[in-house]
């Protein structure tokens, strides 16, 4: 089974300063990718996801991911936070299986603070 | 055009009383997904449905639990005689069918909070 681990609960970032969202994955194959970013009292909004080809992968908002099969890795980056990215993200991996849709496995979140 | 959405947003509910979740998915989305959201264990899922029919229910926290769907669109989450621990935020998503290399579209949740 599949599982993804991010292992900042917390991050605090200065605004306009940079940001990297660590996550890992394990999963036997090459797995599906995503990361979405929810807002209090909102649901899960998909930034970017990888599937295949160029590891690194451009998203909305500014962020990007590169992912990493040597490390088992999926990074969410930003070059430069505003005060309006304080969320909760959430790393999440769906099984390649090429079947039926086993759902999504989450990671436990980032919950990102941005300082003035 | 209308995201995911549920009803209601949120639920108050005593212990041992049944409760009813309803999602809307996006017209057209075969396949709808249920997870929940708890501070204890995060995002969960529990069961996907591709048009009526959910072909795996092993997801589901317990056999109080249950779902159902209705011409391949809105879905109720059902659980009776709530407990304490049922207390989440169950969240909806839906997308074009069935694949996990599809973005599955979130609706915003309902809260339930079990006295």
């Known amino acids: 089974a599949q599982s993804v681990t991010q292992p900042d609960i917390h991050i605090t970032v200065s605004e306009g300063a940079s940001l990297e969202l660590r996550c890992n994955y394990s999963?036997?194959?090459?797995?599906?990718l995503f990361w979405y970013v929810q807002s209090p009292g909102q649901g899960l909004q998909l930034l970017l996801k990888y599937f295949s080809g160029d590891t690194l992968v451009q998203g909305i908002k500014g962020f990007e991911a590169e992912f990493k099969r040597s490390q088992s890795s999926f990074n969410l980056r930003k070059p430069s936070v505003h005060w309006s990215d304080a969320a909760e993200y959430f790393c999440?991996?769906?099984?390649?299986?090429?079947?039926?849709?086993?759902?999504?496995?989450f990671g436990k979140g980032t919950h990102l603070i941005i300082q003035p | 055009g209308a995201g995911v959405s549920q009803s209601p947003s949120n639920k108050v509910t005593e212990k041992g009383k049944d409760v009813e979740l309803r999602c809307d998915p996006i017209s057209g989305h075969t396949a709808l997904y249920w997870y929940r959201q708890s501070l204890g264990q995060g995002l969960e899922f529990l069961i996907y449905f591709q048009g009526n029919s959910a072909p795996d229910k092993s997801g589901l926290p317990s056999d109080r639990f249950s779902a159902e769907r209705t011409g391949g669109s809105v879905s109720t989450l059902t659980i009776q005689r709530t407990q304490q621990e049922d207390s989440a935020v169950y969240l909806c998503a839906s997308s074009l069918t069935v694949g996990s290399n599809l973005e599955q579209f979130f609706g915003p949740g309902t809260r339930l909070t079990v006295l």
């Open positions: 999440a991996v769906g099984a390649a299986t090429g079947g039926g849709a086993d759902g999504l496995t």
């Open positions: 999963y036997g194959a090459t797995p599906y």
